[in-house]
């Protein structure tokens, strides 16, 4: 089992930055799938970026350019970087990994604010 803590979540102005953190419970190398999900009020919870075990990265249109998905094997973390970030950013981000038997795994969520 992994367990997934959030943080790095917050009130921020727009055009601001954040940048998020995901911490494992455990190795992240045999991890078949990272990846940020964000969930508005009201809204279906939607994948931001995600990173493959070999480092593949991909992203949603609406951050494409503005979001940089990263691992870092030595500390167990997954982090999402989002630049210039706007009001339709507002929303709980969830960290979500899959297990080597394609088991899946959330963190709570750390809520994002951006405030016009």
């Known amino acids: 089992q992994v367990q997934l803590v959030e943080s790095g979540g917050g009130l921020v102005q727009v055009g601001a930055a954040l940048r998020l953190s995901c911490a494992a419970s455990?190795?992240?190398?045999?991890?078949?799938?990272m990846g940020w999900y964000r969930q508005a009020p009201g809204n279906q919870r939607e994948l931001v970026a995600q990173?493959?075990?070999?480092?593949?990265?991909n992203y949603a249109g609406s951050v494409k350019g503005r979001a940089t998905i990263s691992r870092d094997n030595a500390k167990n973390t997954i982090n999402l970087q989002v630049n210039r970030l706007r009001p339709e950013d507002t929303a709980v981000y969830y960290c979500?990994?899959?297990?080597?038997?394609?088991?899946?795994?959330w963190g709570q969520g750390t809520q994002v604010t951006v405030s016009s």
């Open positions: 979500n990994v899959a297990d080597s038997s394609w088991r899946a795994y």
């Open positions: 990173i493959s075990a070999g480092g593949t990265t």
């Open positions: 455990k190795s992240i190398i045999t991890l078949k799938f």
